[in-house]
């Protein structure tokens, strides 16, 4: 039997493809390197032989000769995270309306994945990179800034990093976050639970320690941690470090947490859970406590979904505009790839809050 029956033909090449069109192989690889210039004839030739031999340009050598691949980069945390797959899902479209594709990496909130995966997109020869990073500060953003020594173009998503001048496209963490409290604050609650704060090992003992410890945290959570003191600070309540979660950002922690905030003797009236895994965490805490949601319990939360809609009582939750997120985010870094001035701002999106059944006034404890 002959060695090479049974294997896949081998790939046309562009020697081929110029024979083909009966132009030079120079000619041929400037029409499929989309470099220099060929006449309209020649051009329409080179595309129509390379169409019939089923010939495809090699990405990553077409970006060494001519500098574009016609590709970006993303990095986020969990491409299985609703959140970040509606993120990716506006970035993806926005991008292929002007003819990029997207790699999408994820690092799982993980820094040293998050080094890797930038380093990869850099040796991919990506035009620009857009990162929802887990970095918190000056010392943990190296990678970034050889993104950018390399001529690489860097967009923040859903995280800002202060120590950095960049253009950043976020949502309005701390006024929502603000508004949300306030609701509950309005129907009567002063005993309010934080469900998904720092991941420290014990809880600050003053709104300054707790505040230096968010700082620590990603940009995100301690935003929506600002405006839940914020709302408390307005309406003149105290802060109470035994009603925020601190220590492992499990669902399971939540749970735990909202437990013990469930059977404190001046116990939590109402929770405001900033993910999606906080929230459900607290469902299941509601129901290891044989309570109800709202009469004995009012729950707010962040990330709204279908499911959240078609619970009994339906949850009022924080709708993010995810995919105009993604969406902003692939527009603010395409832009000056292709010839608008670069601004270097922070881009503000708004969330709004979907007003549900699961917020009553407090039990008469």
């Not at 918190?136 to 173009?153: M, N, Q, S, Y």
């Not at 001046?266 to 290891?288: I, K, N, P, S, Y």
């Not at 044989?290 to 962040?302: A, E, N, R, T, V």
Request: charged share 25%.
């Amino acid at each position: 039997m002959p060695a090479d029956r049974g294997r896949p033909p081998a790939p046309p090449t562009i020697s081929e493809v110029a024979a083909e069109a009966g132009v030079g192989r120079a000619t041929a690889a400037r029409t499929l390197g989309g470099y220099g210039y060929v006449s309209p004839e020649l051009k329409e030739r080179v595309l129509a032989a390379a169409e019939k031999l089923g010939y495809r340009a090699n990405a990553l050598a077409r970006s060494m000769s001519t500098g574009v691949s016609h590709t970006l980069g993303v990095v986020v945390a969990d491409i299985g995270n609703p959140f970040f797959a509606g993120m990716v899902r506006g970035i993806s479209d926005a991008s292929r309306a002007r003819g990029f594709d997207t790699i999408v990496l994820s690092t799982y909130e993980d820094l040293d994945e998050e080094i890797a995966a930038t380093n990869v997109l850099i040796d991919k020869r990506v035009d620009g990179v857009i990162i929802a990073s887990a970095a918190v500060g000056r010392g943990e953003v190296t990678h970034i800034r050889t993104a950018l020594e390399r001529g690489v173009p860097v967009v923040l998503v859903d995280r800002a990093i202060g120590s950095l001048d960049l253009d950043t496209v976020v949502i309005d963490n701390r006024d929502v976050a603000r508004e949300a409290v306030e609701t509950l604050i309005a129907a009567g609650h002063r005993r309010i639970g934080f469900v998904w704060g720092p991941p420290v090992a014990q809880a600050p003992t003053t709104r300054r320690a707790l505040l230096s410890a968010a700082a620590r945290n990603v940009w995100t959570d301690g935003e929506r941690l600002r405006g839940y003191l914020d709302a408390l600070d307005d309406a003149g309540i105290p802060f109470d470090p035994e009603l925020v979660m601190v220590g492992p950002k499990t669902e399971e922690h939540a749970t735990e947490e909202v437990v013990r905030m469930l059977t404190l003797p001046h116990r939590a009236t109402a929770l405001f859970c900033t993910e999606t895994d906080a929230m459900t965490g607290a469902l299941r805490a509601v129901r290891a406590r044989k309570l109800s949601y709202p009469g004995d319990l009012s729950l707010i939360g962040f990330d709204d979904s279908a499911w959240a809609a078609v619970m009994d009582p339906p949850l009022t939750m924080i709708e993010q505009p995810v995919h105009q997120l993604g969406a902003k985010a692939a527009e603010v870094l395409l832009d000056p790839l292709e010839g608008a001035e670069p601004r270097r701002e922070t881009h503000t999106l708004h969330a709004r809050l979907v007003m549900r059944s699961s917020v009553a006034p407090p039990p008469a404890l």
